[in-house]
């Protein structure tokens, strides 16, 4: 694989590839006489397996993108499998699925019952990992900005239109505020990052619940538009007097400012890893796993934070890609999960870690489980 930057990895989204080698397959002795299944030599994930395709193909999400790069070059090294990720955005992550022109799909959002009905095919939504969306800004001197649910919401509704606004001010005791007008950058492609932040718009603001609403791509009544996270990063950086929303890796590789928020219990807390994880304790997990944990209620919790997921049919024709997805899925909510927070995300919360596991086990090809019991 070339070497290049991270970012680059992720504008190209290029594919990881490696010859995958032979496994010995062993009789399962519960299956019929004569029949063979995916063993111990393919589950637990330990290295290649021969039941297993060699080559998937997804596409989505861009805010797990950082650590799906990486979780797909140790995915290779240790059992030889391509994985073609794409990241153009979770609106395209659905539509791809949807028209079943890719094997699984990225989404930070979970799909909605009409979304569900149009894909003609049962869908399995699973959490892979947890991060944060976050006010970017790029104001020159101040280092630290602190925004209320009625500031952020007023400047996204366009009702608040210079840096110092009475109700910025108000935030901020103590600190001086440039009289410049805000650009305010939004998200042009369909977005999970959006969906995330209009969700935790519209559970602060009823106006914005009214006149705007939730979804990953909607009609923002003022800014600029720009193309994936790194698009917005990009513009926040090289824009005066800008704000934007991302997930919080790619202001921290674009070395911008991101702002404390106040959240449901009325503290001002940091975007820190430890504050996503607690946005999710607690919560009950409805049978499909879709669950929004924005404006957590926990005096610690990060209020826009969200878990992102994989989107697999329930059912795989090709019961070798099968195999070769749930073995995938599997590695990266347990081993990959070690990367998760030196690239900027929270690891599973255990409870989030069992729910996972039992979709992944519940994948079939032709009916029948693509993992075995063991």
Same mark, same amino acid.
């Given at each position: 694989?070339?070497?290049? =930057?991270? /970012?680059?990895?992720?504008?190209?989204?290029?594919?990881?590839?490696?010859?995958?080698?032979?496994?010995?397959?062993?009789?399962?002795?519960?299956?019929?006489? @004569?029949?063979?299944?995916?063993?111990?030599?393919?589950?637990?994930?330990?290295?290649?397996?021969?039941?297993?395709?060699?080559?998937?193909?997804?596409? @989505?999400?861009?805010?797990?993108?950082?650590?799906?790069?990486?979780?797909?070059?140790?995915?290779?090294?240790? +059992?030889?499998?391509?994985?073609?990720?794409?990241?153009?955005? =979770? !609106?395209?992550?659905?539509?791809?699925?949807?028209?079943?022109?890719?094997?699984?799909?990225?989404?930070?959002?979970?799909?909605?019952?009409?979304?569900?009905?149009?894909?003609?095919?049962?869908?399995?939504?699973?959490?892979? $990992?947890?991060?944060?969306?976050?006010?970017?800004?790029?104001?020159?001197?101040?280092?630290?900005?602190?925004?209320?649910?009625?500031?952020?919401?007023?400047?996204?509704?366009?009702?608040?239109?210079?840096?110092?606004?009475?109700?910025?001010?108000?935030?901020?005791?103590?600190? +001086?505020?440039?009289?410049?007008?805000?650009?305010?950058?939004?998200?042009?492609?369909?977005?999970? +990052?959006?969906?995330?932040?209009?969700?935790?718009?519209?559970?602060?603001?009823?106006?914005?619940? =009214?006149?705007?609403?939730?979804?990953?791509? $909607?009609? /923002?009544?003022?800014?600029?538009?720009?193309?994936?996270?790194?698009?917005?990063?990009?513009?926040?950086?090289?824009?005066?007097?800008?704000?934007?929303?991302?997930?919080?890796?790619?202001?921290?590789?674009?070395?911008? !400012?991101?702002? +404390?928020?106040?959240?449901?219990?009325?503290?001002?807390?940091?975007?820190?890893?430890?504050?996503?994880?607690?946005?999710?304790? @607690?919560?009950?997990?409805?049978?499909?796993?879709?669950?929004?944990?924005?404006?957590?209620?926990?005096?610690?919790?990060?209020?826009?934070?969200?878990?992102?997921?994989?989107?697999?049919?329930?059912? $795989?024709?090709?019961?070798?890609?099968?195999?070769?997805?749930?073995?995938?899925?599997?590695?990266?909510?347990?081993?990959?999960?070690?990367?998760?927070?030196?690239?900027?995300?929270?690891?599973?919360?255990?409870?989030?870690?069992?729910?996972?596991?039992?979709?992944?086990?519940?994948?079939?090809?032709?009916?029948?489980? $693509?993992?075995?019991?063991?």
């Amino acid at each position: 694989m070339k070497t290049r =930057s991270l /970012f680059a990895i992720l504008i190209a989204a290029g594919t990881l590839a490696a010859a995958c080698g032979g496994a010995a397959v062993i009789p399962n002795p519960t299956t019929s006489a @004569g029949a063979t299944a995916a063993t111990s030599a393919c589950f637990p994930v330990r290295g290649k397996c021969a039941e297993e395709a060699t080559n998937l193909t997804g596409s @989505g999400a861009t805010f797990p993108a950082v650590i799906y790069t990486k979780w797909i070059d140790e995915y290779n090294k240790l +059992t030889g499998v391509q994985i073609n990720y794409q990241a153009i955005g =979770s !609106g395209g992550g659905i539509k791809a699925i949807t028209e079943k022109s890719v094997d699984f799909a990225g989404s930070d959002v979970a799909m909605t019952d009409q979304q569900l009905s149009d894909a003609r095919a049962a869908l399995f939504h699973i959490p892979m $990992v947890m991060g944060a969306v976050v006010p970017t800004y790029n104001i020159a001197g101040l280092a630290k900005l602190q925004l209320t649910p009625e500031t952020l919401s007023g400047i996204y509704l366009g009702t608040i239109r210079t840096w110092n606004d009475a109700k910025i001010a108000a935030d901020n005791p103590g600190v +001086t505020l440039p009289g410049a007008s805000i650009t305010v950058v939004f998200r042009s492609d369909g977005s999970g +990052t959006t969906g995330v932040f209009t969700d935790y718009l519209s559970k602060i603001s009823a106006e914005w619940k =009214s006149k705007v609403g939730s979804a990953t791509s $909607v009609n /923002f009544p003022i800014g600029i538009g720009a193309k994936g996270n790194d698009g917005v990063a990009g513009a926040v950086k090289s824009t005066p007097n800008s704000i934007g929303y991302v997930e919080l890796i790619y202001a921290l590789q674009q070395k911008l !400012g991101t702002a +404390t928020m106040r959240n449901a219990a009325g503290k001002f807390v940091e975007p820190t890893l430890d504050a996503v994880t607690v946005s999710a304790a @607690g919560v009950t997990y409805p049978a499909d796993l879709r669950i929004s944990v924005t404006n957590a209620p926990d005096p610690a919790a990060w209020p826009i934070s969200t878990f992102t997921y994989v989107l697999t049919f329930a059912d $795989v024709g090709d019961k070798a890609k099968g195999l070769a997805m749930a073995r995938y899925f599997w590695w990266a909510t347990h081993d990959g999960q070690q990367y998760a927070k030196d690239l900027g995300y929270a690891p599973l919360p255990k409870d989030a870690q069992t729910k996972a596991e039992e979709k992944i086990r519940l994948i079939t090809s032709g009916g029948q489980p $693509v993992l075995p019991k063991s």
